[in-house]
Structures are given as structure tokens and as C-alpha cells.
């Protein structure tokens, strides 16, 4: 996923080697056990992405916020609305979360289009970043 230049600029990673890869995301999935997915393609069941929901301390007790990154050859296929509008679905039938944040950088259009379909709205800006919230 963070092999194309483009993916990697765009999630604010440099681009890294297939086997660099493999080592951030084993790390990465050993510290969010509880808190990342894959995403699948419907057709054949490969990875072609990941979003994870974790607590954060802001805006109370019960905010939660959501990253994701999709492989390049999927964009403009909707799969991240789908995919985001269905975590947002789960969170608000758990009962358990009250507030949802979802960031990208300046320059992540893709990621602002999707943070926009999904009815987050815009709340601060921080460094590079632009953060929605949404209430739930």
C-alpha cells in the first residue's frame, strides 16, 4: 500500500520497499490488535487496504478517531465511503462512542472528499492536518 509514491505522499509516508512494508505493518498490527481491519475487494478477498478506530483523548471520554489508506487502484471506486460509512454505522449502534475525528493533509483531497461524504465536519487545523468531527 505505501509502495506508490503517490499513496505514500498523500498519507504522509515516504515510499518504501515491499519488505519495509511488511515490517511497519507487522509492528503496526501488533500494536492495534483491538483496533485494525483490513479492507478486502469484494471479488477476491485481497488486502487492498486498512482502517483502524481508536480512543483518543479529546472532546471527552468517548471520542474516537478513524485513519485509513487504500491501495492507489482502487481510488474513485467508492470503497472508502462504504467502508467508513459502515464503521460509522457500528459505532453509533455500540452506544459506546459519542464523537468520531477523521484528519488528512492539506494537500489529500481524495481523504477530504471521503471525510465530507461520510457528514463529518471541519473542526480544527493543526501542522499539516485538517480534522472533521463528527457527532454521534
Known amino acids: 500500500i505505501f509502495c506508490s509514491d503517490k499513496t505514500a505522499r498523500l498519507a504522509g509516508f515516504k515510499v518504501k520497499t515491499p ?8 509492528t503496526f498490527m501488533e500494536d492495534s490488535k483491538k483496533s485494525l481491519w ?19 483523548q479529546e472532546l471527552g471520554t468517548k471520542t474516537y478517531e ?13 470503497i472508502m465511503p462504504e467502508v ?7 459505532m453509533r449502534e455500540s452506544g459506546e462512542v459519542e464523537k468520531l475525528i477523521c484528519s488528512h493533509f492539506e494537500h489529500n483531497e481524495q481523504s477530504k ?11 480544527k487545523k493543526e501542522n499539516e492536518k485538517l480534522y472533521y468531527v463528527l457527532d454521534l
Not at 116 to 122: D, I, L, N
Open 19 to 26: 519488505e519495509e512494508v511488511l515490517s511497519i505493518l507487522q
Open 38 to 56: 483490513a479492507i478486502a475487494d469484494k471479488n477476491n478477498g485481497r488486502a487492498i487496504g486498512w482502517l483502524e478506530v481508536h480512543q483518543i
Open 66 to 78: 478513524i485513519g485509513y489508506c487504500l491501495n492507489e487502484s482502487c481510488w474513485g471506486k467508492g
Open 84 to 90: 467508513v460509512l459502515a464503521v460509522i454505522k457500528e
Open 113 to 123: 472528499r471521503v471525510i465530507e461524504k461520510c457528514g463529518f465536519r471541519y473542526y
